[in-house]
């Protein structure tokens, strides 16, 4: 099988009979295919997918299943949202201290005591949520400092109320809205991108938009998208 690698998804190319070439999405799994004609070369296949990558991204973030970020009760059994996927919540009784939580195959596990009240339930899941965006923020910050070929001085998370991210470019410090780490990873990665651009281009001009067109293909669509997602 031949795939097509773009920068957030591959592309499985299929070759048939055909007139014109086509992509498509499969909605069940999310695969992006193209349907090439078997007389042009795998040039042509390339670049055509390569031009349409702002549409693939729009469309294949259609697939995010959560809507809005909130801060709900948890209780035993419920599905929290990590970067767009579900993690079931579940409680495991102790005696004593300390309470503490483990996270494995998609199921978080919170060793609490039987009376422990939602503030402390809460202060574990946010220590999670913490501890797997800080790890999901190395990750993309180490890419983009090599692709940019910049430093940054320090990244921190913290909750806000209207941003998904800030920075200071003298500082070279930003800041990355906790909230994030409920979204699909994709929208993390661009408010990393964007807080970066702003390191060589403080405003949203045209030269910030040049920068990140040229980093990031179909960054309006995710931007556009991202705002469907409310902080409250
Ligand atoms: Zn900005």
Known sequence: MEYIELRHNNVLVIRKNIKHMYLKIKRATGEVQVIAPTS????EVEKFVREK????ITHTLCEDN????????????????LFGKPVKVIYKYIDKNPQY????????????????GQDKIQSLVTDWYREQLCNAIDKYSQKW??????????????????????CNPGRKNIWINYELAKLPEKYLEY????EFVHLFERGHGLKFKAKMSEFFPGWEYVEKDIEKYAIV
């Open 40 to 43: 042009i070369t795998d040039q």
């Open 53 to 56: 990558e702002p549409w693939i």
């Open 66 to 81: 959560v809507k809005v970020v909130r801060q709900y009760n948890i209780h035993n059994g419920k599905e929290i949202a």
């Open 101 to 116: 939580y483990s996270f494995n195959d998609n199921i978080l596990s919170l060793y609490i005591k039987k009376d422990a």
């Open 145 to 166: 400092m090599d692709i940019m070929d910049l430093e940054i001085n320090e990244i921190k998370t913290k909750k806000m109320k209207t941003r998904w991210g800030t």
């Open 191 to 194: 408010v990393i991108v964007h």
